[in-house]
């Protein structure tokens, strides 16, 4: 073997490396950012079912949460516009979830 052919090798080698450090740290970016879009979701969630126990609640004539329901209709958007602005892809299980949150609304 050449000198060349050597240093070549390591050369390569080193390549490889890199583009598997590379992929196994966008996989885990994306597997974090996955995790980031769930905690989303369940704040969404959460923030949607308590609009709809406030609803409910003013149907019935219980007026002390009418005051309430308007920061958490606020809270409810802002969290929607940070999932859908999110520049994390969603995964077609996390669409459905937010698919359900929103017709639930």
Request: cysteine-free.
């Amino acid at each position: 073997a050449t000198l060349y052919s050597i240093v070549e090798g390591s050369e390569n080698e080193e390549i490889e490396k890199e583009s598997e450090n590379t992929k196994e740290l966008e996989t885990e970016i994306l597997n974090n950012g996955n995790s980031d879009i769930d905690i989303l979701l369940d704040e969404y969630e959460n923030y949607v079912n308590q609009y709809n126990d406030y609803k409910e609640r003013i149907s019935d004539g219980d007026i002390t949460v009418i005051a309430e329901a308007p920061g958490l209709l606020e809270k409810v958007k802002e969290t929607k516009n940070k999932i859908e602005h999110s520049k994390i892809e969603m995964t077609p299980e996390q669409i459905a979830r937010m698919s359900a949150i929103i017709g639930n609304l």
